[in-house]
């Protein structure tokens, strides 16, 4: 049981990691972003095309997956979704759909439709057991690395969000875009690094869950679903909101798996409609937040 | 009769062009006959994206999910047919029955939150449905599609023949007879209202408008006609696949939808000529990735906007009056 309590941890810290990009984009600048899993799935195959062709250790692909996702962002964020923000949010989803199909359809046809397979070094293969019986803990590895990083991440851009001043900088732009700009930050800047950001978050998510999600040309359209419950259901004005929804969602999701394996996805999808019918707005909204 | 009245009676009123291009509909399983099966195809997706119109571009709810009721209807009338009896009229009933009835059950999902909640209720729904047709195996089939769907003569004359001809005359004549009808519909002081309050939801509280009941409504007609173009792509092609709900034709339609244009009843038919036609074009060049292609019309109409892609001499003249 704790054993499922782990891993359902290790895939919510995942989850977060993979839609915490998606919940600024989308809470922060108010833009429908349904193409957040091709960024994801960019950085998993940058590792894994690194990885199998270049030989490239899998600990130097994580902040190359990073960096990779980051720049592909950037460059879409500067060249094709600054018009679109003050666009209505039917025409920033066709466009987001759109640019999902396209990703879909490109990497299918570079790599192939496949599904790919992540060789993890040797000391990440293992696993440890704590107690016995019933309430015997197995913790694999490579889950507890992903969940000291997903923490170290987490503690991270709470920090940079709620104590420098970028972070303030960023909270200025979103609140009031043309007072931001009177009192002299560079919006668009401010809005391209966090798009940045944002996106590269997505890549490592995709080169860390590549193991664990498995990877292949689908994996944005069968992952956006998540992406969206986490920050649908967390709400957008916080970091907090989207882990504990993201926590929620994986443990829910693993141990519904585990114990009820006829049901499927049906509980995660379930779950989601019923928080969104009882709070539209999101589990944990603050009150006068956007 | 006063100048508002005038001009919303000159809306509802029939052009001359529209009785030519129906017939023209009717007439081209016997001028192609061997495009039938397109033209019924055209016919089930344009129904389809008639009905997504009627809660996107009439009272501007995005929903992703409508897929689930044309699945809904399309399950349950392959269902009737293969477990009651075959006869296709009483069947399309059945489809239509039940996906109103899914539709008004959900139809309390859409009241509430912003663009964002409502997108991923209706996906949500979607996908529970999704899931339950793939797991419910002894029902559907599961992944493997519910088969041996055997359709009765239409009325009891007209049998489904292998070119596929009596079932584009049958989905022309559903698609004509329930247009005919929403059209009635869209024109009414119903629709008037629901013009009201996607323009401006608080001004249509104000004047006394009940939004929430009337959104129900049309939620479920909408889910209704949906179930009815479901029930005629199973009836003709004699298959329910899981493929029915997938996300990819709720992606579709909307695609569809826009490209014809919203809040108007013929954006529907003509998004799916063109779509349909698109995709035969598309498909028979690069079988494995037209969706790419699909994809970038989609990035490009969206950057163009989609008013200007129809007005090709606007594009390069900034700002003015588009």
């Known amino acids: ?278 709070r539209p707005q999101g589990l944990f909204v603050r009150k006068g937040g956007k | 009769m006063n100048a508002p009245q005038q001009s919303l009676l000159n809306d509802s009123r029939f052009r001359p062009w529209e009785p030519v291009l129906w017939l023209l509909a009717f007439a081209a399983p016997l001028l192609v006959p061997s495009h039938a099966s397109i033209i019924n195809e055209i016919a089930i997706v344009a129904l389809f994206a008639v009905s997504l119109d009627l ?28 477990l009651v009896m075959p006869d296709p009229l009483v069947g399309l009933a059945v489809g239509i029955v039940t996906a109103t009835l899914l539709g008004a059950a959900c139809s309390f999902t859409i009241m509430r939150g912003s663009d964002l909640t409502r997108l991923m209720v209706t996906l949500g729904v979607g996908l529970i449905l999704l899931e339950l047709a793939n797991k419910l195996d002894w029902l559907t089939g599961g992944a493997d599609g519910l088969q041996g769907v055997v359709m009765g003569p239409l009325l009891g004359t007209f049998e489904f023949d292998l070119a596929g001809r009596t079932a584009a005359w049958y989905s022309l004549t559903v698609l004509l007879a329930l247009f005919v009808l929403l059209r009635r519909v869209v024109h009414s002081p119903f629709g008037a209202t629901l013009k009201a309050i996607r323009d401006n939801r608080l001004r249509a509280m104000a004047i006394g408008i009940p939004v929430n009941r009337k959104l129900a409504v049309v939620y479920t007609l909408a889910a209704g006609v949906a179930g009815a173009a479901g029930a005629l792509m199973t009836q003709t092609t004699g298959f329910a696949s899981l493929d029915l709900f997938e996300f990819h034709r709720s992606a579709d339609v909307m695609l569809i939808l826009v490209i014809g244009g919203t809040g108007w009843l013929y954006g529907g038919v003509a998004g799916a000529i063109v779509f349909k036609l698109m995709q035969d074009a598309l498909s028979s060049i690069t079988p494995q990735y037209w969706t790419f292609w699909i994809g970038l019309f989609l990035v490009v109409l969206v950057l163009v906007g989609r008013e200007r892609l129809i007005r090709p001499w606007t594009w390069f003249s900034r700002g003015g009056k588009s």
């Not at chain 1, 996702?69 to 039917?90: C, F, I, M, N, Q």
């Not at chain 1, 689908?218 to 969206?228: D, E, G, N, Q």
């Not at chain 1, 920050?231 to 957008?236: F, I, K, L, N, Q």
């Not at chain 2, 929903?63 to 293969?82: E, I, P, R, V």
Request: proline residues 3%.
């Open chain 2, 55 to 82: 809660i996107l571009g009439y009272t501007g709810i995005v929903s992703l999910g409508h897929a689930a009721f044309f699945g809904m209807g399309g399950y349950a009338a392959a269902l009737f047919a293969k």
């Open chain 1, 1 to 278: 049981m704790l054993t499922i309590l782990f891993d359902g941890i290790a895939y919510g810290m995942l989850l977060f990691i993979l839609a915490v990009g998606l919940a600024v984009t989308m809470g922060l600048m108010n833009f429908i972003n349904l193409a957040h899993g091709a960024f994801a799935m960019a950085g998993g195959y940058i590792t894994v095309l690194l990885m199998q062709r270049f030989g490239v250790p899998f600990l130097l692909c994580l902040p190359l997956a990073f960096i990779g996702s980051a720049l592909l962002g950037g460059v879409l964020e500067r060249t094709l979704y600054r018009p679109l923000y003050h666009k209505p949010h039917l025409d920033q989803v066709l466009f987001s759909i759109g640019l999902v199909f396209m990703a879909v359809a490109s990497v299918d046809y570079f790599v192939g439709s496949t599904q790919q397979i992540i060789q993890l070094p040797e000391w990440l293969k293992g696993r440890t057991e704590l107690g016995s019986g019933a309430w015997m803990l197995g913790m694999g590895h490579y889950r507890l690395f992903i969940i000291a990083v997903c923490a170290a991440l987490t503690v991270g851009l709470q920090y940079v969000l709620g104590y420098t001043r970028f972070g303030s900088r960023l909270r200025a732009s979103v609140d009031d875009q043309r007072v931001a700009a009177g009192l002299g930050i560079n919006v668009n800047m401010v809005f391209l690094t966090t798009f940045a950001v944002g996106s590269g978050l997505a890549g490592l998510g995709g080169a860390l869950g590549a193991e664990v999600l498995g990877l292949d040309p689908s994996f944005p359209l069968k992952f956006m679903v998540y992406f969206l419950i986490v920050v649908a259901v967390g709400g957008t004005s916080s970091i907090t909101g989207p882990l504990l929804a993201a926590l929620l969602l994986g443990i829910a999701d693993v141990a519904g798996k585990y114990y009820i394996p006829k049901l499927g996805a049906f509980i995660v999808y379930s779950l989601m409609i019923a928080i969104l019918i009882w």
